[in-house]
């Protein structure tokens, strides 16, 4: 496969990219068990926002951070670093992102609703939010809140979108409260250990820096018990929040629901304690796989979470697709595209 494909397909986190987006999608599905009829043109729909919308974040952090990424000991270097895709060239990708996202949302799915136009709020909120994180994320250590409730803001948007009176329900708070610990995680936590060997050198600000993580003389990585406790707040918060649902309609889950969501629980809190635990940044192809099981794992709780809204058949749909998506990226471009550190 072309070079310059390779290029874009890096810039817009390609392999990773269907995962990534869903977060509109399962905001719309969590309004199912209220009587709400969603077909499959609309999902896409729905997706395709999503995913203007990531790589839209995408490229734009890649613009601002240009200069911390040449700082980064990672031989593969992101397409604007090495210049096969120029700043120009990728300040107009997010002119199309962001202009195609709203257009598909005005003319698809207008009405003249606050519903709608709460969604067209979430939307332009996740950009603002966004943007802010990319252009600024490294001069103050709260920024990752902001990046987290950018993301999660799409779970509304997609909720919005298909409601017709504005109503939303536990689900979409769950889910809402998931998707941001989980990029508060994802920003904080595995951003602060993986870009530990060179944010110091550019001076920037962030929680990982500020609590005391860093490489030591011996090349080793050393976390705090205070980055520690926080990063295990995040997890546990989210463990606890995910089974509300099953508190306040355990008429809709069965058994076998409850036990598999335990389990894979259970597996993303594990991982994250060794993560928490890592001595090293030395290996990094190890430690890439690491983030990708956890990664596969956090985002498989909430198509279980909604196997009584969708049915288990739907749910097994959701949780394949990204993996497809994978693989079929990278049979297409005959290369291994998938993230790299600098990609989490």
């Known amino acids: 496969m072309g070079k310059l494909f390779i290029a874009y397909a890096k810039l817009f986190r390609l392999s990773g990219l269907a995962g990534l987006s869903m977060a509109p999608v399962f905001g719309a599905l969590s309004l199912i068990h209220l009587g709400i009829t969603i077909n499959l043109f609309t999902i896409f729909l729905i997706f395709l926002i999503g995913i203007l919308k990531s790589i839209f974040g995408f490229v734009q952090n890649d613009i601002f951070d240009i200069e911390v990424d040449r700082m980064s000991e990672e031989p593969d270097k992101r397409p604007l670093v090495s210049g096969v895709i120029t700043k120009?060239?990728?300040?107009?990708?997010?002119?199309?992102?962001?202009?195609?996202?709203?257009?598909?949302?005005?003319?698809?799915?207008?009405?003249?609703?606050?519903?709608?136009?709460?969604?067209?709020?979430?939307?332009?909120?996740?950009?603002?939010?966004?943007?802010?994180?990319?252009?600024?994320?490294?001069?103050?250590?709260?920024?990752?809140?902001?990046?987290?409730?950018?993301?999660?803001?799409?779970?509304?948007?997609?909720?919005?979108?298909?409601?017709?009176?504005?109503?939303?329900?536990?689900?979409?708070?769950?889910?809402?409260?998931?998707?941001?610990?989980?990029?508060?995680?994802?920003?904080?936590?595995?951003?602060?250990?993986?870009?530990?060997?060179?944010?110091?050198?550019?001076?920037?600000?962030?929680?990982?820096?500020?609590?005391?993580?860093?490489?030591?003389?011996?090349?080793?990585?050393?976390?705090?018990?205070?980055?520690?406790?926080?990063?295990?707040?995040?997890?546990?918060?989210?463990?606890?929040?995910?089974?509300?649902?099953?508190?306040?309609?355990?008429?809709?889950?069965?058994?076998?629901?409850?036990?598999?969501?335990?389990?894979?629980?259970?597996?993303?809190?594990?991982?994250?304690?060794n993560l928490l635990n890592m001595k090293t940044l030395d290996n990094k192809k190890e430690i890439i796989k690491y983030f990708a099981i956890q990664g596969v794992l956090r985002y498989s709780l909430i198509p279980i979470l909604i196997v009584p809204l969708i049915g288990i058949i739907y749910a097994f749909i959701l949780i394949i697709f990204p993996l497809i998506w994978y693989f079929a990226v990278i049979l297409i471009s005959g290369k291994d595209i998938a993230p790299n550190l600098q990609s989490f």
């Open 88 to 273: 120009k060239i990728a300040v107009i990708i997010c002119i199309i992102c962001a202009l195609g996202a709203f257009s598909i949302a005005f003319i698809f799915f207008y009405k003249n609703h606050f519903s709608f136009y709460f969604a067209v709020l979430s939307l332009a909120l996740a950009a603002i939010f966004g943007s802010i994180y990319n252009m600024y994320g490294k001069k103050f250590a709260s920024s990752p809140f902001i990046a987290a409730l950018a993301d999660a803001l799409l779970v509304l948007l997609g909720a919005y979108l298909v409601s017709p009176n504005g109503n939303l329900s536990i689900f979409t708070w769950v889910i809402f409260i998931l998707v941001y610990n989980q990029f508060l995680f994802m920003t904080i936590i595995t951003g602060g250990l993986k870009d530990a060997d060179h944010d110091y050198l550019m001076n920037v600000k962030n929680i990982a820096i500020l609590t005391g993580v860093k490489i030591t003389k011996d090349k080793k990585l050393f976390i705090p018990i205070s980055f520690k406790i926080l990063g295990l707040i995040i997890r546990f918060t989210s463990a606890f929040i995910i089974f509300l649902p099953f508190i306040l309609y355990r008429a809709y889950f069965e058994l076998w629901g409850i036990i598999l969501l335990s389990i894979f629980v259970v597996l993303v809190l594990y991982l994250s304690i």
